[in-house]
């Protein structure tokens, strides 16, 4: 019996690919966020000392490796917690389309998660039979609900949801029993501020519990550790324990290499903040090539991605950017909401941001 998934987006923007591919000087990709920029040395480095793995790793991680994990926490975040508290993943991908099913979510159950957003948490509460329901008002979230994914900083409008907000998600959740995540792997990007975005486990948003809530974490972006596959989860003990039991049983652990790649990634805040400037730089001067070709800017306050505008269909831009060898990802891939709009990834290298920014001039005068 086959799942019932929906299509993959990404294969509908194949026939855009093939005609950015065909300008004279080669395609500009700005359509996924995958880094384009060398592992830190610190971070391969601990890789390869530990490439002597002959052992099994621990589900739960290593001792080093929570603490690490914690000590992150307190330093970047703002937030206490214990060992018990935080679980690696292999990275966060994986934790989203599963977090259902290991919560043991049935047909019935609601997944809510943002209206314009990632479509995996739509695809986990499909892998558990669950329905998934698109909404940013707490007010309208089900008495049926389970589930409650946020998304702060948002991929792919990179929005950033203040305390306040992030206080109000969690006391509906409270009064409707549900688990409540946020998925915050862009935080150390956030483009309004000098420090990291507020966390869900912040103590002004969760007071003094930690029940039922969840933050998700990824150093992909921030340590340029996508291939490494290094995530983890943090928050309610009693959901850690059930979901660390449920990846005993599955056999779901982080490679031991990793885990010591994770350590010396979560030690080190210079790294971090060389790859921040990076992307600054490289999201200043594309951000003034869309908008001096008339696109406008919404959102957009942290993250990886300019969330544009022509006020046109998105597929209509995806089209016009093709035809000057720009790929880009169309708002729909997103949900409804996103139908006007496209995302422009900042993850390419110096030199293809400024081919992108260079060619964006032809657009303004056509």
Not at 221 to 242: H, M, P
């Amino acid at each position: 019996m086959a799942l019932d998934l929906p299509d993959f987006p990404w294969d509908s923007l194949v026939p855009y690919a093939e005609q950015a591919r065909r300008h004279p000087d080669g395609i500009v990709d700005l359509s996924v966020g995958s880094p384009v920029d060398p592992t830190p040395s610190i971070v391969r480095d601990a890789l390869v000392a530990a490439a002597d793995a002959h052992s099994y790793p621990l589900t739960a991680g290593s001792p080093a490796l929570r603490e690490a994990i914690v000590d992150w926490y307190a330093r970047r975040r703002g937030v206490t917690l214990g060992v018990a508290n935080v679980l690696p993943t292999i990275g966060s991908k994986e934790l989203v389309a599963w977090l259902p099913v290991m919560l043991g979510l049935r047909p019935g159950d609601v997944v809510v998660h943002p209206s314009v957003a990632y479509p995996t948490y739509a695809v986990g509460a499909a892998l558990a039979g669950a329905t998934a329901l698109a909404s940013d008002d707490p007010d309208d979230w089900p008495a049926e609900t389970k589930l409650i994914w946020l998304n702060s900083p948002g991929n792919p409008d990179g929005h950033v949801d203040d305390v306040e907000v992030l206080a109000r998600a969690v006391a509906r959740a409270r009064g409707l029993g549900a688990v409540i995540a946020n998925d915050e792997c862009y935080a150390e990007l956030d483009w309004t501020s000098e420090r990291p975005s507020p966390s869900i486990l912040d103590p002004r948003v969760i007071g003094d519990s930690r029940r039922l809530v969840l933050s998700v974490y990824s150093l992909s972006k921030q340590s340029n550790l996508a291939g490494y596959r290094a995530g983890f989860v943090a928050g309610c003990s009693e959901l850690i324990a059930e979901l660390l039991t449920v990846r005993k049983h599955a056999g779901m652990m982080p490679p031991a290499p990793v885990q010591q790649a994770m350590i010396a990634a979560l030690g080190d805040d210079t790294h971090v903040a060389v790859q921040r400037e990076r992307y600054r730089a490289r999201r200043g001067l594309l951000r003034s090539a869309l908008e001096a070709a008339g696109f406008r800017i919404d959102e957009s306050g942290a993250g990886l991605y300019l969330w544009a505008t022509r006020g046109e269909d998105a597929w209509a831009t995806v089209a016009a950017l093709a035809g000057l060898g720009i790929l880009v990802a169309p708002g729909p891939f997103y949900g409804a909401g996103g139908a006007g709009h496209v995302r422009v990834a900042l993850t390419a290298s110096d030199e293809r941001i400024a081919a992108a920014a260079a060619r964006l001039g032809g657009l303004s005068k056509s």
